[in-house]
């Protein structure tokens, strides 16, 4: 039988910092579940819903790309562990649908599976991005508010490789961030990515991805937007319905799907003014390295964050 292997002992031991930090931090976290209403959304983890591992860390940092993430062949082994046949249910129609539409496939653990996707319970909705290469099987979390289809798929195409579609490096000519209205501490959560941090599918800014932030998110005042369009609307974006043919088309041209073609089309942008100025705090850095700024640690950890402070189920992709 195979056996699960741990950590090293100083990937472990910045795991433990990590954790420590995260403990120390009691009156924050108050703070941060009465503060959001939605389910899913969780501070403590990059973008809301990101469990950040070392490949994600290093493969940022460094001049990598998003395919270095991918699983190998398009094969994803799985195990649920989850009793609810319903949720089940939901679990494998998500994989249905993304092998009837791709070249993936989605297959239960075998024995030798050194590197599975575990969906399993949490108190929020999250997953590592891409196949974080950690022996035992890495967690695709659901909580409460996350057993829907579109969460569901927003979770697992976190797990194949995307991190948010407005952590695009073209987002500023797509939609504006209200930062006066983000949550004071939380700027880092919008950070937008280097162009080395992501891989270029050809695709264009896509409004009705499902792995878009929904309007208000991470707001201090939830009923006022932290993004809007360029013409200062809030509407179509930030679904959690299903896959958009953007989401598709990209999802398939990472894998080197055959028969990809083309990108479909999407809206050009609405130029009308421009965006706010971004806080000191956040400029001039890219978002992974911001977020190891604040942790204060780099990018050589093994790190899976504690599930806990419950959000809002919208965010992990571009991815």
């Known amino acids: 039988m195979l056996t699960e292997s741990a950590p090293n002992p100083s990937e472990k031991d910045l795991y433990e910092t990590m954790k420590k930090f995260l403990e120390t931090q009691p009156d924050q976290r108050v703070k941060r579940q009465s503060a959001y209403k939605r389910p899913g959304f969780k501070k403590d983890l990059f973008e809301g819903d990101v469990v950040l591992h070392k490949k994600n860390l290093e493969g940022l940092q460094r001049e990598a790309t998003i395919r270095e993430l991918t699983w190998p062949d398009g094969v994803v082994p799985y195990t649920i562990e989850i009793s609810d046949q319903n949720a089940v249910g939901l679990i494998e129609d998500a994989f249905r649908e993304i092998m009837d539409k791709s070249c993936l496939k989605f297959r239960e653990k075998e024995s030798d599976d050194q590197f599975y996707l575990k969906y399993t319970y949490g108190e929020g909705c999250a997953s590592s991005v891409g196949r974080s290469g950690m022996p035992g099987g890495q967690e695709v979390y659901l909580g409460e508010g996350c057993f829907n289809p579109g969460t569901i798929r927003h979770e697992t195409l976190h797990s194949l490789g995307f991190y948010h579609e407005q952590s ?152």
């Open 168 to 319: 695009r490096t073209d987002r500023d000519d797509y939609i504006k961030i209200l930062w006066d209205n983000v949550e004071p501490g939380l700027e880092d959560q919008f950070l937008k990515s280097n162009k080395r941090e992501v891989t270029d599918l050809g695709s264009p800014y896509d409004y009705g991805s499902i792995m878009h932030y929904p309007w208000n998110a991470f707001a201090s005042d939830d009923t006022q937007p932290t993004i809007t369009k360029m013409d200062g609307s809030t509407k179509g974006f930030g679904q959690r319905v299903g896959f958009s043919p953007i989401d598709l088309y990209e999802l398939n041209k990472l894998y080197n799907c055959p028969g990809t073609g083309a990108p479909p089309k999407s809206a050009k942008p609405k130029k009308v003014g421009t965006t706010q100025k971004p806080p000191a705090s956040v400029t001039g850095n890219s978002w992974i390295d911001r977020w190891t700024q604040k942790i204060k640690t780099k990018a050589n950890l093994w790190l899976a964050g504690k599930i806990g402070d419950q959000l809002a189920s919208f965010i992990t992709g571009r991815k």
